[in-house]
Nanobody, 122 residues
Framework: QVQLVESGGGLVQPGGSLRLSCAASGSIFNIVAKRWYRQQAPGKQRELVAAIFSGGITNYADSVKGRFTISGDNAKNTVDLQMNSLKAEDTAVYYC???????????????WGQGTQVTVSS
């Protein structure tokens, strides 16, 4: 089975920085896309924050462009999110997400991490 383990969340002041990391493990053949989502409140829809694809192409939500940077290590099956110039509205639970081909499953299923809390407050 595939597991995603996130780390790096916490409390930071406005204008500060945090780096989130996510490591995928299991019988993974190939990760097609690595993404970070966030959910700003219970019941609110998860928002795609950033994505990186197997060819290295990235995209970002307009709200984080120029402040957040997504990066991935294909050999280690990891994805990081460097968050700079953080604002109060970045407060959310951040989730790692991958699309990957894995042993024993057809197609390219989606997997989620457990989430890590990021709180931006003075």
């Amino acid at each position: 089975q595939v597991q995603l383990v996130e780390s790096g969340g916490g409390l930071v002041q406005p204008g500060g920085s945090l780096r989130l990391s996510c490591a995928a493990s299991g019988s993974i053949f190939n990760i097609v896309a690595k993404r970070w989502y966030r959910q700003q409140a219970p019941g609110k829809q998860r928002e795609l924050v950033a994505a990186i694809f197997s060819g290295g192409i990235t995209n970002y939500a307009d709200s984080v462009k120029g402040r957040f940077t997504i990066s991935g290590d294909n050999a280690k099956n990891t994805v990081d999110l460097q968050m700079n110039s953080l604002k109060a509205e970045d407060t959310a639970v951040y989730y790692c997400n991958i699309l990957a081909s894995v042993q024993g499953r057809v197609g390219i299923p989606e997997y989620w991490g457990q989430g890590t809390q990021v709180t931006v407050s003075s």
